[in-house]
């Protein structure tokens, strides 16, 4: 994960403060790019130690359209207990987050909704896309929409990711417009290699090049020892991961999927997640 850690270093050496909307400024650069191999091993970072079921919690809950906060925190995922939908008073709607517009992108939401009303299913078009017409440049997934994004707990950090198939491997590419260096984007990181390799799966395909561009690219004040201390740490081999079988990819359940060889540096303490 050297990638990463080139990504931090830069920023700690070369970033600019700016103020921002928490209660901390930020430390920050542009247009960053991590770029992954993904036989090299899965990407997960092992300068700290990550909570890769969570990662994974989350992804089933964005491939399957979950919009319900009690369905992750049933399966232990807690990284939207602060957040809920602003325009009603349910502490557990979620609003048209990534997984509702992945699946169903721009469908009204509610009676108040303006969206569309036939539902268009991103996600399903690219797979099917993948099946029928692999060489295909408009495999596009977006979850950044405007006309919703007054109804979402939060707005999309990830915006857009795309895959592109060469010869017998698939690649994914995504976009972030906030990224969160030392919480955010190892999280991040292992989430989009999952769902490539999940994708390789669903398509008969090997896994290929996963490649991250980073636009707002920050670090937090109240992180700055914890990334110096993060970047002299010396990463250890990569872990490998067995997403299991399943007949289609909305039947795959991130409990399932199997972590080898993962050896962490210990925790690193940043405090809450803050995008």
Request: charged share 20%.
């Amino acid at each position: 994960m050297k990638a990463y850690l080139d990504i931090v270093s830069d920023t700690l050496d070369n970033g600019v403060w700016k103020d921002t909307r928490t209660k901390f400024r930020a430390l920050t650069t542009f247009g960053q790019v991590f770029k992954h191999d993904m036989k090299s091993g899965f990407p997960l970072l092992t300068t700290k130690q990550m909570a890769f079921k969570t990662i994974w919690t989350e992804l089933e809950g964005f491939i399957k359209g979950i919009t319900h906060k009690g369905w992750y925190q049933k399966r232990g995922c807690n990284i939207w207990d602060e957040w809920s939908n602003p325009t009603n008073n349910d502490n557990y709607d979620l609003g048209p987050i990534y997984g509702y517009q992945w699946r169903r992108f721009n469908h009204a939401y509610d009676e108040n909704d303006d969206g569309c009303l036939i539902r268009h299913d991103q996600l399903q078009k690219i797979i099917d896309t993948l099946k029928d017409d692999p060489n295909s440049r408009r495999m596009v997934c977006s979850a950044w929409n405007p006309i919703q994004e007054t109804r979402m707990a939060l707005p999309p950090c990830h915006v857009l990711w795309n895959v592109v198939v060469i010869g017998d491997k698939l690649n994914l590419v995504w976009h972030q417009r906030s990224c969160d260096l030392m919480l955010g984007i190892p999280f991040n990181i292992a989430s989009y290699a999952t769902l490539l390799l999940l994708l390789a799966k669903e398509a008969n395909l090997k896994p290929g090049i996963l490649q991250g561009t980073f636009a707002d690219c920050h670090i937090y004040e109240n992180q700055i020892e914890g990334a110096k201390e993060q970047i002299l740490r010396n990463p250890n081999p990569l872990p490998t991961v067995d997403v299991g079988q399943f007949p289609c990819i909305y039947d795959w359940n991130g409990c399932d999927t199997i972590l080898n060889n993962y050896k962490p540096h210990p925790k690193i303490n940043f405090g809450s997640i803050a995008v």
